[in-house]
């Protein structure tokens, strides 16, 4: 699975908002109008995965819903250099800093090569598909720097004792990454994830359902609408010790990444 890629889908929004957050470009409880689902960036009507959309939301909302336009309407405060530049720092991509873990591999954002690709680039990496291709270690790793403080630790290998994990970067200030867990907690206990509440500890995280594409042609989804489910989260909410990603390969019945 360390070396598997595929579309994270909206197991990424969190850290778009994050990334937004801590630069001063939005704030969690600022408003964010979707609309009536349907958004126009460039040439394409992009839509939101509920029929009718969200209206106005908070920025928290968008993750806690899990909008699609809301996370591109965030995005557009980050633009596509900066969407690139968030990506690098939690870990993404070559020579991000999962390299050199026995059988990692690195995921990869689509290219910007011309105004047709530039149109895809934000609204898709903002919805995690359309060429981005992530590992479960780079998500995992991310998550992590929201649940401890926001830190990017180097991944490392168990090996029967414990070891004092190697910080990459303080990725988020520990305030953004503080207010980060909550919305993520909010997400599970008011939003998708309401099937990660335990009765034994707290719960926070992000859902996330994406189409397969067809292995035979990659620029193409299946036809018969397969899918996989994703859910990444840490516990307790307070002070984490545990980051967990699943993901169910075409799983049955709906809701899926719910």
Do not use: C
């Not at 959309?53 to 909302?61: L, M, R």
């Not at 029967?160 to 909010?186: N, Y």
């Not at 489910?229 to 307070?238: I, K, L, R, S, W």
């Amino acid at each position: 699975m360390l070396s598997q890629e595929f579309e994270p889908g909206s197991v990424v929004k969190p850290i778009i908002v994050a990334s937004a957050v801590d630069q001063g470009r939005v704030g969690l409880d600022e408003i964010i109008d979707t609309g009536n689902g349907n958004y126009r960036y460039g040439s394409r009507v992009h839509h939101d995965w509920k029929k009718g959309g969200f209206g106005k939301i908070t920025a928290a909302g968008v993750i806690i819903e899990s909008s699609v336009i809301g996370s591109i309407r965030i995005a557009e405060q980050l633009g596509s250099a900066g969407m690139v530049r968030a990506f690098s720092e939690f870990g993404y991509g070559a020579g991000g800093s999962s390299s050199g873990f026995p059988s990692a591999t690195a995921g990869h954002l689509p290219p910007v090569t011309d105004q047709e690709s530039a149109e895809q680039f934000l609204p898709g990496v903002a919805g995690g598909y359309v060429g981005f291709f992530a590992t479960p270690l780079e998500i995992v790793q991310s998550f992590v720097a929201i649940a401890n403080g926001g830190k990017l630790l180097k991944p490392t290998e168990w090996r029967g004792r414990k070891t004092e994990p190697s910080v990459v970067r303080q990725l988020l200030s520990p305030k953004t990454a503080e207010l980060m867990r909550a919305v993520l907690v909010r997400a599970v206990h008011e939003g998708t994830g309401k099937n990660a509440v335990s009765p034994l500890y707290s719960t926070g995280g992000k859902t996330g359902t994406m189409t397969k594409r067809d292995q035979r042609l990659l620029a193409q989804y299946q036809p018969d609408n397969k899918d996989t489910a994703h859910f990444v989260g840490f516990a307790p909410a307070v002070n984490p010790r545990l980051v967990v990603y699943v993901v169910i390969d075409e799983p049955e019945g709906r809701g899926h990444g719910n």
